[in-house]
């Protein structure tokens, strides 16, 4: 083996570290593990519960009504008039995929029928009221 003199320089290691990007790799995989299930949107809602059979999984469009009337398109929150004049859109939109109308339970009962009128109006046959099940002992 020979000696270094003085002035030489070590030849450069070309071989890239792996195990650094791997750490990363895996820790930004545990915090998506740990965070996805947080991320998923929506309204809240306390739903009724009612026995019912589970709907077909779908990709309708979601309209929330609030216990305090307020009025939410999937994320969107409207007012009763403008829900009014987009709704037919929106249908148009979703096409075959019909609508989920989730109303809470403490909601005002007329509010729920006047935004169940504005779908039904917009010629949407296929609408799916949301409940909770119902803890039934038997």
Same mark, same amino acid.
Do not use: W
């Given at each position: 083996?020979? @000696? /270094?003199? /003085?002035?030489?320089?070590?030849?450069? !290691?070309?071989?890239? !570290?792996?195990?650094?990007?791997?750490?990363?790799?895996?820790?930004?995989?545990?915090?998506?593990?740990? $965070? +996805?299930?947080?991320?998923?949107?929506?309204?809240?809602?306390? #739903?009724? %519960?009612?026995?019912?059979?589970?709907?077909?999984?779908?990709?309708?469009?979601?309209?929330?009504?609030? @216990?305090?009337?307020?009025? &939410?398109?999937?994320?969107?929150?409207?007012? #009763?008039?403008?829900?009014?004049?987009?709704?037919?859109?929106?249908?148009? %939109?979703?096409? *075959?995929?019909?609508? &989920?109308?989730? +109303?809470? *339970?403490?909601?005002? &009962?007329? @509010?729920?029928?006047?935004?169940?009128?504005?779908?039904?109006?917009?010629?949407?046959?296929?609408?799916?009221?949301? $409940?909770?099940?119902?803890?039934?002992? /038997?």
């Amino acid at each position: 083996m020979r @000696r /270094r003199g /003085r002035g030489e320089r070590t030849p450069l !290691n070309a071989e890239i !570290n792996v195990v650094s990007l791997i750490d990363v790799m895996m820790l930004l995989m545990i915090i998506f593990m740990i $965070t +996805a299930p947080m991320m998923q949107g929506g309204v809240d809602v306390s #739903l009724p %519960k009612a026995e019912a059979r589970p709907m077909n999984a779908k990709s309708p469009l979601v309209v929330s009504v609030l @216990r305090s009337g307020e009025i &939410y398109v999937d994320d969107i929150r409207v007012s #009763l008039a403008e829900f009014r004049g987009m709704f037919r859109s929106l249908a148009a %939109k979703a096409g *075959q995929g019909g609508v &989920y109308l989730r +109303a809470d *339970q403490r909601a005002d &009962y007329g @509010r729920v029928v006047q935004v169940l009128g504005i779908i039904r109006g917009a010629g949407v046959s296929d609408v799916g009221l949301v $409940t909770e099940p119902e803890d039934v002992v /038997r």
